[in-house]
C-alpha cells in the first residue's frame, strides 16, 4: 500500500470508517439513538416491527405502513421446503449460529428478488431475512428436540410467533412484550463488528444474504454477540452468592475477563444494561425464579468494585449482562441466546447493508480496503529465494 495513517493493533477504535444516518453511540454519555429516537423511548413505546421499519426506512411509520410491513414479514415466515428438508438433514448437535449462518444462502436460493438490483428488491430480502431468522431458529429448536414441527401463526406478533413457534404454545402478554423489548434493544448497534462484517462485504456489491451470513458468523465470537452464553457459563460456575468473591478474584488474578462487564465504546452503563435488569427482574418473578438476576445483581457490584481496586478505572455491564439471566428465564435454550440475538440484530445489519449500497453519491462509502503493516522477516523483508522441495 502507498501512504497510510498507522492505527495497527488497535481493532480501529477511535477510527470513523463512513458516515451514517442509522445510529448515533455516545459511549461517553451512555447514550443510544436509532435514526433520531432515543433507545430510552423506543423500548418503552415501539414494537419490534416498528423499530425494524424505522431502521429500514428512516422514519417511523404510519397505521396503514407498520400494517402492510407487518403483514409482509407474516408472509415470509412460510418456509421453503428445501429449507425444512435442509433443518432436517443436519445433525442435531449442529451449532446453532452455524446452522443460522448456513441458512442465509438457502434462504437466498428461495427468494425471488435475490440478486436484483436496487432499493425495493433489497428491502423485500431485507423483511425476509427478518421473518426467515426467527423462524429458522424456532424451527431448529423443535426439530433438534425430536418434536413436531409448529407452523407459523399469523395472527400473532413476531416476537410472540417466535416463542409459539418454538414451545408449542402462544406466551402470556407479558413474557412476549418482554422479549419484544429485547429484540428492540438489540436491533441496532453502528458499526460493532458484526455491522460492519456486514457493511465490508456489502461494499464488495455482494447480495444482502453474504453479507448478513457473514455478519451471522462475526457475531457468533464470544467476544461479540456469543457474550450471553459466557455470562449464563460463568453464573452457572458460580452458582451461589457466597462464591461470587473467590470467582472474581480468581478471575481477575489470572488477568482473565467476567463476561457482561466492559465494553468498547461505551465508557459508563451501558444504556441498554440499565434497560434490561429490571426486564430481568420482572422475567424472574414471572418464572419464579430470581436467583439468577439476584447473582448477576451481586456479581456486577462486585465485580466493579474489585475491577476499580485492581485497576484504578471503572467497569460496568453491558448489554449481554443483564440479557443472559432474563433469557434463561424466558426458558430460551442456553446455545439460542445468541441466536436470540442475531434475530433482533438482522433489522439493523440489513438497514446497514441498504446504506451502504445505495446512499446517495455524496454519502456513499468506498469499498473497504484497509491497509497492513507487514512484519515478515525471514530471510530479509522481500528476498528469499525459493528452495527447491528436495533441498529444503
Ligand atoms: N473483565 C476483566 N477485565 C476486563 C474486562 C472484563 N470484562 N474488560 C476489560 N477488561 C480489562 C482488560 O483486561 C484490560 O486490562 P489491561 O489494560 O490491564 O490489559 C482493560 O480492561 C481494557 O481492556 P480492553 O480489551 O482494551 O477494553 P475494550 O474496551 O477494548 O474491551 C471488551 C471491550 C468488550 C472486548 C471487553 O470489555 C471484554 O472482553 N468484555 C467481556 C466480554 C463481553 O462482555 N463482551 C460483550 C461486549 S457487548
Redesign the pocket.
Known sequence: MDECTSVVNT?L?GVEVATTKICRVDGKAGKLVYRGYTIEDLAENATFEETAFLLLHERLPLKDEIASFSENLKLKREIPDSLITFLKAVPHDTEPMNLLQAACPILALNDPDCGKEGIEPTLKSAENLISGLAVVTALFERIRSGKEIILPENSLGHAENFLYMMTGKPPDSETAGILDTCLVLHAEHSF?ASTFTARQVASTGAEIYAAVSAAVGSLSG???GG?NV??MEMLKEIGTQERIDEYIKK??DA???????????Y?TL?PRARILAPMSRRMGELAEDLSWYELSEQLADK?QQA?KAK?G?D?YP????YSASLLNAMNIPLDLFTPVFAISRIAGWTAHVIEEQYATAADKPALYRPGASYIGDYCGPDECTFIDINSR
Open positions: 481493532g477504535r460493532n464470544p467476544l461479540h457474550a459466557r455470562v478471575t481477575l488477568g482473565e475477563r467476567i463476561m457482561g462487564l466492559g465494553h468498547a465504546v465508557k451501558d465485580a475491577f485497576k478505572t467497569i453491558n448489554v449481554d449482562f
